[in-house]
Nanobody, 127 residues
Framework: QVQLVESGGGLVQAGGSLRLSCVVS????????MGWFRQAPGKERNFVAA????????YYADSVKGRFTISRDNAKNTVYLQMNSLKPEDTAVYYC????????????????????WGPGTQVAVSS
């Protein structure tokens, strides 16, 4: 059974930083690209960042480019999202997800291309 568990969310002031973690079990983590998404109340779930299975390539939404960094440690089955210079509009529930295709070279942004999801971790940024 594949399980993903996010952690690291919380309340932070604008301009602050948080580091999210997502631990994956039940799947050969090192073979799958990973993504981070977020969903604000009343809004759709949106792509934030993705990283290839080997960690060699990353891709970001324009809204977080230059502020967020995605990384992974395949030895620990963990993907991270370092979030700096946080803004109130970053407030959302953040989800990690595994891509459907093993050893894919792409970095898809559509939620439908990811098959397993964590329960999410809340990030709140105050102004």
């Amino acid at each position: 059974q594949v399980q993903l568990v996010e952690s690291g969310g919380g309340l932070v002031q604008a301009g602050g930083s948080l580091r999210l973690s997502c631990v994956v079990s039940g799947r050969d983590f090192s073979r799958y690209s990973m993504g981070w998404f977020r969903q604000a109340p009343g809004k759709e779930r949106n792509f934030v960042a993705a990283i290839t299975w080997g960690g060699g390539s990353t891709y970001y939404a324009d809204s977080v480019k230059g502020r967020f960094t995605i990384s992974r440690d395949n030895a620990k089955n963990t993907v991270y999202l370092q979030m700096n210079s946080l803004k109130p509009e970053d407030t959302a529930v953040y989800y990690c997800a595994t891509n459907r295709r093993p050893l894919s070279l792409g970095l898809p942004t559509a939620p439908r291309t990811y098959d397993y999801w964590g329960p999410g971790t809340q990030v709140a940024v105050s102004s």
